[in-house]
């Protein structure tokens, strides 16, 4: 069973464990017109990683806090 919060395409499965998909990633990126090099910067990681996520999504709370506050940091 899942249920989609209302914040940003966040989800949260039956384990209750919330996860960010890698396409909602991607559209929060482009609508806040964030690069994969700001936020590598922002977040202290590699491009490579981004590029990761943005394909494949993230799992676990402070993983999707994270990466949310990042994104959406002005």
């Known amino acids: 069973m899942t249920t989609i919060l209302p ?3 966040v ?4 384990a209750a464990e919330p996860a960010l998909r890698g396409a909602t990633i991607v559209r929060l990126m482009r609508a806040r017109r964030i690069t994969i090099r700001a936020l590598a910067q922002r977040m202290n990681i ?5 590029r ?3 394909a494949h999504g993230v799992r676990g709370e402070a993983f ?3 990466w949310l506050e990042a994104i959406e940091r002005a």
């Open 11 to 14: 989800r949260r499965t039956a």
């Open 52 to 54: 990761q996520v943005r």
């Open 46 to 50: 590699t491009q490579k990683r981004v």
């Open 7 to 9: 914040d940003a395409g």
């Open 64 to 66: 999707v806090r994270d």
